[in-house]
T-cell receptor, first 115, second 117 residues
Framework: ETGVTQTPRHLVMGMTNKKSLKCEQHLGHNAMYWYKQSAKKPLELMFVYSLEERVENNSVPSRFSPECPNSSHLFLHLHTLQPEDSALYLC??????????????FGPGTRLTVL | AQKITQTQPGMFVQEKEAVTLDCTYDTSDQSYGLFWYKQPSSGEMIFLIYQGSYDEQNATEGRYSLNFQKARKSANLVISASQLGDSAMYFCAMREGRGGSQGNLIFGKGTKLSVKP
């Protein structure tokens, strides 16, 4: 089974729509992350969840709302987005542990286009 | 100031030759980790190799090796015997601290590698 999956792979939405991105990890990790990758910019960390609690929100606009119901699932709820929010949204998971490399493993991403 | 610098926006290499992708980093932490990821056109970020700041030997994973020069704060990726499937974006990343929420990844802007047949 693929380690980290994301659905949908592609999404086109209008500015007034509400949609959700889903991420699922099968690696037994207890930390999950959302990243945004825009053209010609480095990956930007959006949210971090550790043991199902949000531990970091990197100044992300409130039109992005994360949800982590359990350690295997992570959602990103989207509403009233702007065209500049069009990007590749990547989910990752890891096992932070003292002395561990804490390598993050990524899903295939959702390519979002906001019209 | 950028914490991760990748100075080569694009690189070309002939199939079967070796190639070095540059990465320099900036941190005042003593404990940190350095990562390289590959991103094909499909979008998935694939983990390649890890180097810890206290590791005395350069990391190797198959055809990938990391040329770690701590004093120069560089962590270059060396790919030996390039293959056509190596064509992709390559990202260098750093985690400061010992992991967990205190040590999130900071990514460079990436290098686009093209392997010529």
């Amino acid at each position: 089974e693929t380690g980290v999956t994301q659905t949908p792979r592609h999404l086109v939405m209008g500015m007034t729509n509400k949609k959700s991105l889903k991420c699922e990890q099968h690696l037994g990790h207890n930390a999950m992350y959302w990243y945004k990758q825009s053209a010609k910019k480095p990956l930007e960390l959006m949210f971090v969840y550790s043991l199902e609690e949000r531990v970091e929100n990197n100044s992300v606009p409130s039109r992005f709302s994360p949800e982590c119901p359990n350690s295997s699932h992570l959602f990103l709820h989207l509403h009233t987005l702007q065209p500049e929010d069009s990007a590749l949204y990547l989910c990752a998971s890891s096992q932070p542990d003292r002395g561990h490399t804490d390598t993050q493993y990524f899903g295939p991403g959702t390519r979002l286009t906001v019209l | 100031a950028q914490k991760i610098t990748q100075t080569q926006p694009g690189m070309f290499v002939q199939e079967k030759e070796a190639v070095t992708l540059d990465c320099t980093y900036d941190t005042s932490d003593q404990s940190y980790g350095l990562f390289w990821y590959k991103q094909p056109s499909s979008g998935e970020m694939i983990f390649l190799i890890y180097q810890g700041s206290y590791d005395e030997q350069n990391a190797t994973e198959g055809r990938y090796s990391l040329n770690f020069q701590k004093a120069r704060k560089s962590a270059n990726l060396v790919i030996s015997a390039s293959q056509l499937g190596d064509s992709a974006m390559y990202f260098c990343a750093m985690r400061e601290g010992r992991g967990g929420s205190q040590g999130n990844l900071i990514f460079g802007k990436g290098t686009k590698l093209s392997v010529k047949p």
